[in-house]
């Protein structure tokens, strides 16, 4: 298996995305007291050979390649605190990732555009304190011409193995089982029309294979089509799980349940479905869901916490936050107050009895403003810790951030200008 210097880096800016109709100003996406981002912390060396295309001869130190733990870490109650020393460069192209834990540390995925024009999709598996191995390098056949928003689907199957499904310039959707050794697995394509502003969804029932897409092709609503995959290698059936007289879009998997919204126009739905044969159930209204929409979620039995992004005050975007608890639906909170306009990302990673999220969140008002990320803890009533900023190297921006947590950390990857970087973060799980 080949090795993977971690280099610095980061992801070119992608503003785009119509806002909704100007929303009445919700309180709850209010902009709260400003707060500072934190200090940038010193840079590690680069990687004296540039470039991925020489990955069989690099030469990085270890102590300066590798993300490094820091041990005099102090938590704040309800909060994040960096564990490591700066940002440490993944991918040397501008990319969007997906992460997960997975084995002894995690595995990220992402597409990556060369300077061509052309895309790559790549998996690293990463264990914090090491060097990245390669798992895969692969051109897309046929490459998406226009800037990615939604990185690719990436879920842990076991101990060694991971599902990836990505889509093509075709609106293909391609899915493999690949283990995280030498086993590069075999990418089959599980289904046609992907809206490209979706990422595909991974989930895994006993045997087989799961993977969910938004599909754009019709010409009335958006659907959601469910693939199985007999053994992760063969397409069994494909479903439509899209309610009766509905739309649905923007999939996720949160453990043994698939969820999506019904975007509509002021109150949509969000929408749950047993896998791998459920039916539609409706989890809650939402209003003034921004186009195209983000979720995140995290479960507690019956209880959900599930962020998205919003059209907020005077019609700028903002990341709300709302519990599903049976027949109670209280109303939203802001894990990202509104302040300024154009498309924003929010991903999640459960802990013990908190979550963390990561979201965009503008600099400045103007629509192509850059990002920096916002990580915020939350409790299972929606109650928020205080955020902690992340920027790219040297102040850059800090974009579609992804996230997940294995022993105690928690990995955040996302785009800055010149590839897909990484940070090493301790939050309180709240336990205890």
């Known amino acids: 298996m080949r090795r993977l210097t971690l280099l610095l880096a980061g992801l070119a800016l992608v503003a785009c995305g119509d806002d909704d109709e100007p929303a009445a100003e919700p309180e709850e996406f209010a902009e709260e007291t400003p707060h500072e981002p934190p200090e940038e912390r010193p840079l590690v060396d680069d990687d004296p050979l540039a470039g991925l295309d020489e990955v069989e001869n690099l030469q990085g130190d270890e102590a300066t390649a590798a993300a490094a733990l820091r041990t005099d870490v102090e938590?704040?109650?309800?909060?994040?605190?960096?564990?490591?020393?700066?940002?440490?460069?993944?991918?040397?192209?501008?990319?969007?990732?997906?992460?997960?834990?997975?084995?002894?540390?995690?595995?990220?995925?992402?597409?990556?555009?060369?300077?061509?024009?052309?895309?790559?999709?790549?998996?690293?598996?990463?264990?914090?304190?090491?060097?990245?191995?390669?798992?895969?390098?692969?051109?897309?056949?046929?490459?998406?011409?226009?800037?990615?928003?939604?990185?690719?689907?990436?879920?842990?199957?076991?101990?060694?193995?991971?599902?990836?499904?990505?889509?093509?310039?075709?609106?293909?959707?391609?899915?493999?089982?690949?283990?995280?050794?030498?086993?590069?697995?075999?990418?089959?394509?599980?289904?046609?029309?992907?809206?490209?502003?979706?990422?595909?969804?991974v989930g895994f029932r006993d045997a087989d294979d799961l993977v969910a897409w938004a599909d754009g092709s019709g010409a009335d609503h958006a659907r959601v089509q469910l693939a199985r995959l007999l053994?992760?290698?063969?397409?069994?059936?494909v479903r439509d799980v899209t309610p009766d007289a509905s739309g649905a879009t923007a999939p996720i998997v949160v453990g043994d349940t698939l969820l999506y919204a019904d975007h509509r126009q002021g109150i949509s739905s969000l929408y749950t479905v047993q896998l791998p044969d459920g039916q539609p159930e409706v989890l809650r209204p939402v209003s003034h869901l921004f186009d195209p929409v983000?979720?995140?979620?995290?479960?507690?039995?019956?209880?959900?916490?599930?962020?998205?992004?919003?059209?907020?005050?005077?019609?700028?975007?903002?990341?709300?936050?709302?519990?599903?608890?049976?027949?109670?639906?209280?109303p939203p909170a802001a894990i990202v107050p509104s302040s300024g306009y154009g498309m924003l990302h929010v991903a999640a990673t459960q802990?013990?009895?908190?979550?963390?999220?990561?979201?965009?969140?503008?600099?400045?008002?103007?629509?192509?403003?850059?990002?920096?990320?916002?990580?915020r803890v939350a409790w299972s009533d929606a109650t928020r810790?205080?955020?902690?900023?992340?920027?790219?190297?040297?102040?850059?921006?800090?974009?579609?951030?992804?996230?997940?947590a294995h022993g105690g950390v928690v990995g955040v990857a996302f785009g800055s200008p010149d590839g897909v970087y990484l940070r090493l973060l301790r939050c309180d799980p709240g336990a205890g």
């Open 385 to 404: 810790g205080e955020p902690l900023s992340i920027q790219g190297p040297e102040g850059t921006e800090a974009r579609f951030g992804t996230t997940a």
């Open 351 to 375: 802990l013990a009895e908190s979550v963390v999220f990561v979201a965009d969140a503008s600099t400045a008002p103007e629509r192509e403003s850059p990002r920096r990320l916002d990580v």
């Open 75 to 201: 938590v704040p109650p309800r909060g994040c605190a960096f564990a490591d020393e700066g940002p440490v460069l993944l991918w040397r192209r501008p990319g969007i990732a997906a992460m997960t834990a997975v084995g002894d540390g995690f595995a990220i995925a992402g597409y990556g555009r060369k300077e061509d024009g052309s895309e790559e999709i790549f998996l690293l598996h990463l264990v914090p304190g090491r060097m990245a191995d390669l798992i895969l390098r692969r051109d897309l056949e046929h490459s998406l011409r226009t800037a990615r928003v939604a990185p690719p689907g990436l879920a842990a199957r076991d101990g060694g193995r991971v599902g990836l499904a990505y889509t093509d310039g075709r609106a293909q959707v391609h899915y493999a089982r690949l283990g995280l050794g030498d086993d590069r697995g075999h990418f089959v394509v599980v289904g046609q029309g992907a809206d490209q502003r979706y990422a595909p969804a």
């Open 294 to 330: 983000a979720l995140a979620a995290a479960r507690w039995n019956d209880r959900w916490l599930v962020g998205y992004t919003a059209v907020g005050s005077a019609a700028q975007t903002a990341v709300g936050l709302v519990v599903a608890d049976g027949d109670r639906t209280p």
């Open 231 to 237: 053994g992760g290698t063969r397409v069994s059936d």
